[in-house]
């Protein structure tokens, strides 16, 4: 499966964005999605996951209570809602998807199979 996110942008703290993630060559609706981001001179880190009915989602402590993910299965997009921007929050995000056989949400990177191309977020203070 391939999967590209987009949605990713330059804006102000305190602003909202909407990143997307979609798949190709087959549907996701199986997976575990999670979103990672990775700031210059960092590693990469978790930032939210979602199970494959959406039922079950997880964040990181950084961006609990200011980032929503959710998933439309019919569209074949998880989605990423970010609230309240702060210039922390400025990383490439990228999308990733489990193997199939894996129901569980993780955070841990190396656990995720097929990744998107990433989006730039850029917040500014």
């Known amino acids: 499966v391939q999967l590209q996110a987009s949605g990713g942008g330059l804006v102000e703290a305190g602003d909202s964005l909407r990143l997307s993630c979609a798949a190709s060559g087959r549907t996701f609706s199986s997976n575990v999605v999670g979103w990672f981001r990775q700031a210059p001179g960092k590693e990469r880190e978790f930032v939210a996951g979602i199970n494959w009915n959406g039922g079950s989602t997880s964040s990181a402590d950084s961006v609990k209570g200011r980032f929503t993910i959710s998933r439309d299965n019919a569209k074949n997009t998880v989605n990423l809602q970010m609230n309240s921007l702060k210039p922390e929050d400025t990383a490439v995000y990228y999308c990733?998807?489990?193997?199939?056989?894996?129901?569980?949400?993780?955070?841990?990177?190396?656990?995720?199979?097929?990744w998107g191309q990433g989006t730039l977020v850029t917040v500014s203070s």
């Open positions: 990733a998807a489990r193997g199939q056989s894996w129901s569980r949400i993780s955070d841990l990177s190396n656990e995720y199979a097929y």
